[in-house]
């Protein structure tokens, strides 16, 4: 499974952006996915995800209600909606496959990141 992350940028605090991440491979339409952030000088921290089916989603309690996941089957492309943005939000995001679910900071397959800079 290959996963290319894109749509990070400048963004003002409160304001919106959305990332997409790509998925290609055989199988990786049965894999869960999620998103990840990796802020500077801090540890890889889960943001959000959504099943195979994309039936079940689940989000880190400092974004539910901002951002909303999901997963177009037929492009084999997932997607976080990002409203609302905070400076402290700053960091590289990270797109994950994984045939767990949620899927762990362990997953089995990532993508390069995309910056997110939110500025106050």
């Known amino acids: 499974v290959q996963l290319q992350a894109s749509g990070g940028g400048l963004v003002q605090a409160g304001g919106s952006l959305t990332l997409s991440c790509a998925a290609s491979?055989?199988?990786?339409?049965?894999?869960?996915m999620g998103w990840f952030r990796q802020a500077p000088g801090k540890e890889r921290e889960f943001v959000a995800a959504?099943?195979?089916?994309?039936?079940?989603?689940a989000y880190a309690d400092s974004v539910k209600g901002r951002f909303t996941i999901s997963r177009d089957r037929a492009k084999n492309t997932m997607y976080l909606q990002m409203n609302s943005l905070k400076p402290e939000e700053t960091a590289v995001y990270y797109c994950?496959?994984?045939?767990?679910?949620?899927?762990?900071?362990?997953?089995?397959?990532w993508g390069q990141g995309t910056l997110v800079t939110v500025s106050s």
């Open positions: 994950a496959a994984d045939r767990d679910w949620p899927p762990p900071v362990g997953s089995d397959y």
């Open positions: 959504i099943s195979w089916s994309g039936g079940s989603r």
């Open positions: 491979g055989r199988t990786s339409s049965i894999y869960n």
